[in-house]
C-alpha cells in the first residue's frame, strides 16, 4: 500500500512512538507501507524540527541525519503543479501535489483544510487509517 504522510504525522510518529501517527512510521519502517514523500514535505520538517528542539532534544546535525534518513527509505516524488481550488491554504497545495504525483492510496493526515478534501480524494487521518489498515 502506497501512502504519503504528512509533515504533521511525520513529527507525531517521530516524537511519540506509541502513537497511532508512531505505529503508522513503525509500519513504514518495517516494510508494511510503501510511504511516498516529497523535498517540500522534507523541507517542511527541516524548517519544524528545529522548532521543536526541547521536545526531541537533536541537534542540528542529528535533524539532517534524520530527514536524510527518510528521505532515503521513502519514495521521491516532485508535487504536481495543479491546483486544488477548494484548498483554502495555500501551503498545503505541494502537499495534495504529492498525492496527485505519487498516485497513492493515501494521504495521511491531520490537517484540517486537506481532511475536508476526503470527499474527493483519499484523504484520511491517521486514526481513520490504521483503523482500517493497521497491522
Known sequence: MRVVLDTNVLLSGLAYPASVPGRIVAAWRNGSLEVVLSP????ELRRVLPRLSARHGLSGAEIEDLVDCLAFEAELVEPSPGLEPALTDPQDQPVLGTLRAA??????????????????????????????HGQ
Not at 40 to 43: A, Q, V
Not at 104 to 128: E, I
Open 103 to 132: 498516485q497513492a492510496d493515501y494521504l495521511v493526515t491531520g490537517d484540517k483544510a486537506l481532511l475536508n478534501l476526503s470527499p474527493g480524494y483519499r484523504v484520511v487521518t491517521p486514526a481513520q487509517f490504521w483503523q482500517s
Open 40 to 43: 517540500f514535505i522534507l523541507d
